[in-house]
């Protein structure tokens, strides 16, 4: 026998560099508040259903009581030679209370027990990545709101395509964002499943009361297959893939901000807060943050590459391999949190340069659309108006002229149809304004979507 405690057929002791590679203490120990909440409840149980003796049952939860108390003050130990948390927690409990410690893992196994970690500590987290962003899309919509009429070029390929409105913009990632809020919610109800009962694999003969272990935890639910519960990771790899999509979001913008804050575009300037300066070079103000947001994409997409590869052929029900869970699950969790936190700071704090926003559909021949479409309602086919417009942006490319500023004449020797009313229509706001399809930019459409979201958001705090 050796001193580990599940020692007992074991004759040799592990040396201490193999004990670390087989360790999680070095990460697990974050779950250490949810071990100990898990142990109380189970031990609640055993005491209730007279599984062990009450006044065991009471002796283990004072010394549990006390670890909490420890933990809180940063004064527990832990060490590699006991593995993980929960045999950690185990040992600590044994050096306070003596072998009844013992009794606490009746009827249990670390393999649900890891699983009922794992389960709490993100079921706790789940709502503060709901509330950030929440948090995000609160800004998102109060910019919309008071940017709702600000023309900017819309591109397609990089190329100016239509004009839009910098308001009609942001809620695009409204939407986005919103669609995160709705995966997130949906995996709380994933993660919302108690495994603890399952033991190591096939159940327990002892007469335990799951439910009750179930709403003592607050668990809304109880996995019904004990080897199901304590190999499924489908809620971790579900929060890690809503996380490398919202991550892409995020992305996308920052991209966008970063662009739109360079000299030849100018459209946004980041605030100082959220900018850093050049050792070098002393004009330049760098977009670190953005930047720093775009970077850690990877890193999330990786987290997810790397479970899903984890997971990919593992036998049930429990192997060591799922072990690899944690870490990518913890670090995506702190990366989106610091990430929506940012990128909230940052877009509350940007300034945007409507002016030039607006510049820079002058002349750029967005309107070209307008055109056509002015044609396509005085009868000509919208093929043939598409190609006498063409033709008229070509030689508005050579001469330097845009559109409206070409004389009525030279417009009519393109098409008769045209009359000097087309002008109004070749303005960019008129060109935001006619597109009131249900979706579209037109500022009245944004005002409107603007008071729907704003009902969303007001929805997610009731949640
Ligand atoms: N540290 C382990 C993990 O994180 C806990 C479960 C260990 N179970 C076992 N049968 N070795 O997966």
Redesign the pocket.
């Known amino acids: 026998m050796t001193d580990k405690l599940w020692g007992g057929r074991f004759t040799e002791k592990a040396a201490h560099w193999v004990d670390a590679f087989g360790a999680?203490i070095g990460f697990?120990q974050q779950m250490a508040k949810e071990d100990l909440e898990g142990s109380l409840a189970h031990v609640k149980m055993l005491g209730q259903t007279g599984i062990i003796p009450q006044a065991d049952a009471d002796k283990i939860t004072a010394g549990l009581h006390h670890l909490q108390k420890e933990l809180a003050a940063g004064k527990l130990h832990f060490t590699v030679e006991n593995?993980?948390?929960?045999l950690n927690m185990e040992a600590l409990l044994t050096a306070e209370i003596g072998p009844v410690a013992g009794k606490l893992h009746t009827a249990r196994?670390?393999?649900d027990?890891?699983a009922t970690d794992l389960h709490l500590w993100l079921k706790h987290r789940l709502p503060e990545i709901k509330e950030a962003l929440t948090n995000l899309q609160t800004v998102l919509v109060g910019q919309a709101r008071a940017y709702a009429d600000t023309i900017m070029p819309g591109y397609t390929h990089m190329q100016h395509a239509q004009p839009i409105t910098y308001g009609h913009y942001l809620l695009a990632y409204f939407e986005m964002f919103q669609r995160d809020w709705e995966r997130f919610d949906f995996t709380q109800k994933h993660t919302d499943i108690l495994p603890l009962g399952a033991a190591?694999l096939a159940g327990t003969t002892f007469p335990i009361d799951r439910t009750q272990v179930a709403k003592e935890l607050g668990f809304d639910q109880l996995y019904h297959n004990s080897l199901d519960a304590v190999s499924d990771r489908d809620f971790g790899l579900e929060f890690l893939s809503n996380s490398a999509i919202l991550m892409q979001h995020l992305s996308r913008m920052a991209e966008e901000l970063i662009l739109w804050s360079t000299f030849e575009f100018n459209y946004i300037e980041l605030g100082d807060d959220f900018s850093t300066g050049s050792s070098i070079m002393p004009q330049k103000k760098n977009p670190d943050f953005a930047e720093l947001i775009r970077g850690k994409t990877g890193r999330v997409y990786g987290a997810l590459m790397g479970l899903l590869t984890t997971m990919k052929a593992i036998p049930l029900a429990?192997n060591?391999d799922?072990?690899e869970?944690?870490e990518p699950i913890f670090d995506t969790y702190n990366t989106i949190l610091g990430s929506l936190h940012i990128f909230t700071g940052m877009l509350s704090d940007l300034t945007v340069h409507e002016k030039r926003m607006a510049e820079a559909t002058t002349h750029d021949f967005s309107n070209a659309t307008e055109l056509a479409d002015y044609l396509a309602t005085k009868g000509v086919p919208f093929r043939q108006a598409h190609a006498i417009v063409g033709e008229l942006v070509l030689k508005g490319i050579k001469s330097g002229t845009a559109l409206q500023d070409m004389p009525l004449s030279e417009l009519q020797q393109a098409a008769p149809q045209i009359e000097s009313d087309v002008y109004a229509e070749l303005t960019a706001k008129a060109a935001v304004n006619r597109r009131t399809s249900l979706g579209g930019t037109a500022v009245s459409n944004v005002l409107k979507e603007v008071a729907r979201d704003e009902k969303i958001i007001a929805a997610h705090a009731k949640e």
């Open positions: 999680s697990d593995e993980d948390i929960h196994s670390r393999n027990q890891v190591a429990y060591k799922m072990q869970d944690k």
